[in-house]
């Protein structure tokens, strides 16, 4: 019996930090024992805003190499770049032929970052749910782990499924969200009332997965809190309640039970504890990223191979979708 499929994709726009780690990446070991998983680096997705060339062409190798270093090389897993599978442009655009200006117009997500790009916002900014959709019914996904940022567009891709079924036949699966954790939504160290993010201005917001001890150290050590002293989540405490749900992820605890656990504690001991506990989690990623990007043709070559083995199953979905469009399909 064939297992259900699984697909998520990590933007390679910048350094990957511990908001994906936890969002996804924690969970990546067990889905390859349930499914057949797809994990891609999504360089098309990047390319939504202007990238340098060189150090996109790193950022993207870098991601590859940090998805590789998660994940069990033992596991039935496919590890690939978006842009090695051109099925994902081709299906992309027929989505955004089939899906109303005025679903996408609804999508918060553009209206965040084109606020922020102003004049420079492009069309694929805009059309970016086309293609996440395209990622994820290419492999008739039965599960696709997503942050609370990215609910919207998979509703959105739930959408477009269910309409093509409806009036061209039944060719997709229904993808289901999968949503776990305290810390799916990690917050900025300085700023925790906003999403920590890859391309904040300072650096001292966000723990990357490939910080040193001492960046780790520094950058908890300096993290906001409050003058109340107490280890706890509270909706008034941000800056406490993010550091608390990291600690949770960290433990696979309660955030209930980090509070009993540091109670009548203060600040200091619960922040170089939790320095501790994330320096254990990532010094061994760390160490086999090294050595898989140490060694960049053999990395690029398991991509293409990797690749290969995902548009066997892309271009026959291509090919059907195609068909039952009407198109005259070409072998």
């Not at 990446?25 to 891609?40: K, L, P, R």
């Not at 150090?55 to 842009?83: I, W």
């Not at 084109?114 to 805009?126: A, V």
């Not at 300096?222 to 509270?234: K, L, M, P, Q, Y």
């Amino acid at each position: 019996m064939n297992k259900p499929s699984l697909v998520t994709g990590l933007q390679s726009s910048g350094q990957l930090h511990i908001g994906s780690y936890f969002g996804t990446m924690t969970h990546w070991q067990s889905f390859t024992q349930s499914h057949d998983c797809f994990f891609f680096v999504a360089d098309l997705h990047a390319v939504t805003v202007k990238q340098d060339p060189a150090h996109f062409k790193q950022n993207t190798l870098s991601t590859a190499a940090l998805m590789l270093a998660t994940l069990p090389e033992t596991s039935h897993h496919t590890v690939f770049l978006q842009s090695h599978v051109p099925e994902h442009e081709a299906l992309g655009w027929l989505f955004s032929c089939l899906t109303p200006m005025g679903e996408l117009n609804r999508m918060t997500q553009y209206k965040e970052k084109s606020s922020n790009l102003k004049h420079r916002s492009s069309l694929g900014l805009y059309a970016y749910p086309c293609l996440m959709a395209s990622d994820v019914l290419l492999y008739n996904a039965n599960t696709v782990p997503v942050g609370e940022d990215q609910k919207q567009h998979l509703e959105l891709t739930r959408n477009i499924a269910e309409r093509f079924n409806r009036d061209y036949g039944q060719v997709f699966t229904i993808p289901e969200p999968y949503i776990t954790g305290t810390a799916t939504r990690v917050m900025a160290l300085q700023n925790p009332t906003h999403k920590m993010s890859k391309s904040d201005q300072q650096a001292q917001n966000t723990l990357f997965l490939l910080d040193d001890d001492a960046a780790i150290l520094k950058k908890l050590k300096r993290a906001v809190t409050d003058s109340v002293g107490s280890i706890e989540c509270h909706p008034e405490r941000p800056g406490i309640s993010n550091l608390v749900n990291i600690y949770a992820q960290l433990q696979n605890i309660s955030q209930d039970e980090v509070k009993t656990q540091y109670q009548g504690q203060g600040y200091g001991v619960f922040k170089e504890n939790l320095t501790e506990q994330l320096i254990e989690k990532l010094k061994p990623i760390r160490h086999r990223y090294q050595t898989i990007i140490s060694d960049p043709t053999n990395l690029v070559n398991l991509l293409r191979k990797n690749a290969a083995n995902a548009r066997e199953i892309a271009y026959k979905q291509l090919c059907k979708v195609k068909e039952h469009m009407g198109f005259v399909t070409y072998g």
